[in-house]
């Protein structure tokens, strides 16, 4: 296939990116390189003529037509976007911008490109979105299926659901061939250091506090990129026109067993680092976010049933390799902190 993946140059867009080339997709990677871009993450594809990579913002209709018509994909993937809810509660405007007016321009540079007759048959407008638009679940409440309502409760997941009404409403009224994920939590390797996991790998590592939000208790899903990666060329392969999926890991965990998980799994490889007390000793709680959802869980029966997809990683095999990882990659973080990453955000340690 031809995959046009816009976000490729971000932590799942760049799982998807290397996992479609080696399968031997071709790939054109559309970011606009904001800070949580990062290229170092595609260097194992940068050597591949089945790899292109043009930097532009999804916001740019008439650049992403021009794309499209040079390109001419059998399918968009739409992971750019503004990711960082702590950031959406701290200044929402970009997530206005990009997740909303910026899916709005792409769908409408698709919607030309089909109506040019430019695109191949089979032609799919993928749209990536996230679990958070469902709003929040209590303990008892089951999972999310993808009938479920939408309320969102942050900047970060109103715009995300707004920009799937839209993809939506261009299947429905333009009869574009949309489809849309959502997904839960991911974790793995090359996740930019703001988000929870990597918060905690690092705090710990330098021997700083870990920042852990309220008492610790928000439940998330967890779920491995590599596996998130595998579904979304899944889905934009045999995803059916007009339909949602939901992905997740089936992996549920209140954020202190997570946090204390990951402590544990570094206290057995850095014995030498870790504090009297081990790394657990580290763990300090923070003031709770605004309007910080208390669980999100998805019910991913139906595109195990549909498509054949399941997660593969159990989350403490994937926090293995993912603690692994950074371990063996500390030149990736210090290129990052290099390029001027804010290190004091780390303290603000959200659960995404
Ligand atoms: P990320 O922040 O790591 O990457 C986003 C990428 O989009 C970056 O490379 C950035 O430069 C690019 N980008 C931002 N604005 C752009 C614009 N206007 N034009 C072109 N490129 C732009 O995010 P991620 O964690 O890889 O998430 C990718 C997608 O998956 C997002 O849509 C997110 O909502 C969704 N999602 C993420 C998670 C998660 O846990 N990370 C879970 C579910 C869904």
Redesign the pocket.
């Known amino acids: 296939m031809r995959l046009l993946v816009?976000?490729?140059?971000?932590?799942?867009?760049s799982a998807v990116t290397r996992q479609a080339v080696a399968a031997g997709h071709d790939v054109l990677v559309?970011?606009?390189?904001?800070y949580?871009?990062?290229l170092d993450n595609l260097a194992p594809v940068a050597g591949s003529n089945r790899y292109r990579f043009e930097q532009?913002?999804?916001?740019d209709g008439a650049r992403m037509r021009a794309l499209l018509a040079d390109f001419r994909p059998d399918a968009v993937m739409?992971?750019?976007?503004?990711?960082?809810v702590d950031r959406s509660i701290d200044g929402p405007a970009d997530f206005i911008?990009?997740?909303i007016v910026?899916t709005f321009r792409l769908l409408e540079a698709a919607r030309d490109y089909v109506a040019a007759g430019e695109a191949p048959s089979g032609f799919r407008f993928h749209h990536?979105?996230?679990?958070e638009v469902f709003g929040s679940l209590g303990p008892d409440d089951g999972a999310f299926v993808e009938t479920s309502p939408y309320q969102p409760n942050s900047p970060y997941s109103a715009s995300?659901a707004a920009s799937d009404m839209l993809a939506r409403a261009w299947g429905e009224t333009y009869r574009l061939p949309v489809v849309v994920s959502?997904?839960?939590?991911?974790?793995g390797p090359y996740?930019?250091p703001e988000?929870l996991i990597p918060v905690v790998i690092l705090s710990a590592l330098a021997g700083k506090p870990i920042p852990v939000y309220g008492r610790g208790e928000n439940v998330r899903d967890w779920l491995y990129v590599e596996d998130h990666a595998d579904a979304l060329l899944l889905i934009a392969q045999n995803g059916v026109p007009g339909e949602t999926y939901n992905v997740g890991g089936r992996a549920e965990r209140r954020n202190i067993d997570l946090v204390r998980a990951i402590c544990r799994l570094l206290d057995a490889r850095r014995p030498d680092g870790a504090p009297k007390g081990g790394h657990e000793s580290l763990i300090e709680f923070v003031e709770d976010r605004p309007g910080h959802d208390l669980r999100y869980a998805v019910d991913c029966a139906k595109i195990e049933r549909a498509l054949g997809w399941r997660p593969a990683t159990g989350l403490d095999e994937g926090l293995a390799r993912t603690v692994d990882w950074y371990l063996a990659n500390e030149e990736w973080v210090e290129r990052i902190r290099a390029r001027g990453f804010d290190g004091a955000r780390l303290g603000l340690g959200g659960a995404?």
């Open positions: 816009t976000g490729g140059a971000g932590f799942i867009g559309v970011d606009k390189l904001t949580a871009a990062n532009a913002d999804i916001a739409n992971l750019a976007a503004e990711s960082h911008e990009t997740n910026g990536i979105s996230t679990d995300k959502n997904c839960s939590n991911n974790y996740q930019f988000k995404r």
